[in-house]
């Protein structure tokens, strides 16, 4: 069974930067889509940012040119380099990994205070 392991989050201040990374295992097969899902206050659970093996990236329209996102398929690990955050960005992060299902990770907190 799939298990996805996040590091990084905290407390930042708007302007500044955090990364956050994430790591599968349980699994010898390469996971073909890996990527971060948030919930903010007040919303569902949305898409932030998503990368298959092949390299095809799908942003948020909130988080373009802010955030950028990086896998080493070799190893199934996804990062989330996040700059220039607002206030708005604080929320949970999710991992996310899809194969033949989807797997979540169990978040990691980031709050941006103003």
């Known amino acids: 069974q799939v298990q996805l392991v996040e590091s990084g989050g905290g407390l930042v201040q708007a302007g500044g930067s955090l990364r956050l990374s994430c790591a599968a295992s349980?699994?010898?097969?390469?996971?073909?889509?890996m990527g971060w899902y948030r919930r903010t206050p007040g919303k569902q659970r949305e898409l932030v940012a998503t990368m298959t093996n092949g390299g095809s990236t799908n942003y948020a329209d909130s988080v373009k040119g802010r955030f950028t996102i990086s896998r080493d398929s070799a190893h199934d690990t996804v990062s989330l380099q996040m700059n220039s955050l607002k206030p708005e960005d604080t929320g949970v992060y999710y991992c996310y990994a899809l194969r033949l299902s989807v797997t979540w990770g169990k978040g990691t907190l980031v709050t941006v205070s103003s």
């Open positions: 349980g699994s010898i097969y390469r996971q073909n889509v």
